[in-house]
C-alpha cells in the first residue's frame, strides 16, 4: 500500500509542480485584488498611516498582474485545456494542499487538545485514503469534469477577457452557495435511506473518526450523485472560468474544513453565522446513520428548518451546561 501510494504521489508531483504555484498565485491575487480593494478592508491600514494613493497603486499593479497571468493562460492554453485539465490541477492542488497538513497533526499529536474526538487514525487507514482518492481523482473526478465542458460551454461559460466584475463573481458565488446547499442536503439525506446508505454512502462512513481528506473519500455512484451539488450552479449560470476556479477553491477548502476533526479557536464556524464547520460535520460521523442527521453542506439552515439537527443541538446545549 505504502508503495502504492508513493507511486501515485510522485505522478501528482509531475502533473502539478508546474502548474500549482500558478493556480495559488492566481487565487491571492483574486482574494487580495477583489475582496481587499472592492470590500474596504484597507480602511485599518489607512487609519494605521498608510497612504492612499501607495495602496492603491499596489492594488493596481496586483490586478494589472492578475489580468497579465490570465492573459497568459489564454494565450497558451485552449478553452478545454483550462477548463478541463486547469480545474483539475486546481481542485488538486488545493484539496491535497489543505488536506494533508491534518494527517501530520493526528500522527504527531500537535494541537490534540483542539481535536474534537480522541480516537485516531491509523497510518494504514490513511494510507488507504490516499491511495484510493488518487484512484477515484484520477478515473471519476477527471472524467467528469471533461464531460462538463460541453454543460459548461452550452451555458455560456468563459474563459477571455474582459474579466467579470466582483458584483457578478460574488452574486454567483452566493447563488452557488445557496443551491449547493439545497440540492446537497436533499442528496445527502436521500443517501441516508437503508439501501442506498448499505450499497453506497457506507463507504464514505468508513471513517468514523474523519481528517480533512476523507472528505472525498466516497463511493464513485456517490462521487457523481453528490458532484451534482457542486456543479449545478455553474452550470446554470455559465460563469466565467475564474469564478469556477474560486469556486472550486472555497468549496474544497470548506468541506476539508468539515471533515478535519479539529475544531480551533480560529474555525469558520466560531465567526460565520449559520456555517456547519468541523463540529457540526463530525458529529454526523460519529452516529449510526438511521440517527445521524446533520445532512448540510456549508450552511446549517436546512437542517434547522426541517429538524435534522435537534441531537446535536441538544447534545451541545448539555457540554455548555
Known amino acids: 500500500m505504502d508503495s502504492l501510494v508513493e507511486s501515485g504521489w510522485q505522478v501528482y508531483t509531475m502533473l502539478l509542480s508546474k502548474c500549482a504555484y500558478a493556480c495559488i498565485c492566481l487565487v491571492r491575487l483574486i482574494l487580495v485584488c477583489g475582496v481587499v480593494h472592492r470590500i474596504g478592508l484597507l480602511r485599518p491600514l489607512r487609519a494605521c498611516g498608510f497612504r492612499s494613493g501607495s495602496i492603491s497603486n499596489i492594488i493596481t499593479a496586483l490586478e494589472s498582474l492578475l489580468e497579465a497571468l490570465v492573459f497568459y493562460l489564454v494565450s497558451n492554453f485552449s478553452d478545454f485545456q483550462l477548463a478541463c485539465i486547469g480545474s483539475f490541477i486546481v481542485h488538486e492542488t488545493v484539496f491535497f494542499l489543505s488536506g494533508l497538513p491534518y494527517i501530520l497533526l493526528e500522527r504527531t499529536g500537535l494541537l490534540s487538545?483542539?481535536?474534537?474526538?480522541?480516537?485516531?487514525?491509523t497510518p494504514?487507514?490513511?494510507?488507504?485514503?490516499?491511495?484510493?482518492?488518487?484512484?477515484?481523482?484520477?478515473?471519476?473526478?477527471?472524467?467528469?469534469?471533461?464531460?462538463?465542458?460541453?454543460?459548461?460551454k452550452f451555458m455560456g461559460m468563459q474563459s477571455s477577457f474582459p474579466l467579470p466584475s466582483w458584483k457578478v463573481v460574488s452574486a454567483q458565488i452566493l447563488f452557488f452557495f445557496i443551491?449547493?446547499?439545497?440540492?446537497?442536503?436533499?442528496?445527502?439525506?436521500?443517501?441516508?435511506?437503508?439501501?442506498?446508505?448499505?450499497?453506497v454512502h457506507s463507504v464514505h462512513h468508513e471513517y468514523a473518526t474523519p481528517f480533512g481528506l476523507t472528505s472525498e473519500y466516497a463511493h464513485p455512484a456517490e462521487i457523481l450523485f453528490l458532484g451534482f451539488a457542486t456543479f449545478i450552479g455553474p452550470a446554470l449560470t455559465g460563469p466565467h472560468l475564474i469564478t469556477l476556479w474560486l469556486w472550486?477553491?472555497?468549496?474544497?477548502?470548506?468541506?476539508?474544513?468539515?471533515?478535519?476533526?479539529?475544531?480551533?479557536?480560529?474555525?469558520?464556524?466560531?465567526?460565520?453565522?449559520?456555517?456547519?464547520?468541523?463540529?457540526?460535520?463530525?458529529?454526523?460521523?460519529?452516529?449510526?446513520?438511521?440517527?445521524?442527521?446533520?445532512?448540510?453542506?456549508?450552511?446549517?439552515?436546512?437542517?434547522?428548518?426541517?429538524?435534522?439537527?435537534?441531537?446535536y443541538r441538544k447534545l451541545k446545549a448539555l457540554k455548555e451546561t
Not at 113 to 121: L, S
Not at 134 to 139: A, G, I, R
Not at 254 to 266: D, I, L, M, Q, S
Open 179 to 199: 443551491i449547493e446547499d439545497f440540492v446537497f442536503y436533499w442528496g445527502h439525506r436521500i443517501l441516508h435511506t437503508k439501501w442506498l446508505y448499505k450499497n
Open 113 to 121: 487538545n483542539y481535536k474534537i474526538q480522541t480516537k485516531h487514525n
Open 248 to 311: 472550486l477553491v472555497l468549496r474544497v477548502i470548506e468541506t476539508v474544513e468539515a471533515h478535519c476533526g479539529y475544531h480551533f479557536p480560529w474555525s469558520p464556524s466560531n465567526f460565520l453565522p449559520l456555517y456547519g464547520g468541523a463540529d457540526f460535520h463530525d458529529y454526523h460521523h460519529r452516529l449510526l446513520y438511521t440517527k445521524s442527521g446533520n445532512y448540510s453542506s456549508t450552511f446549517v439552515y436546512m437542517d434547522w428548518i426541517f429538524g435534522t439537527d435537534k441531537g
Open 124 to 152: 494504514e487507514a490513511q494510507g488507504k485514503c490516499i491511495a484510493w482518492l488518487l484512484f477515484y481523482h484520477s478515473c471519476v473526478n477527471f472524467p467528469l469534469m471533461m464531460f462538463s465542458y460541453r454543460v459548461f
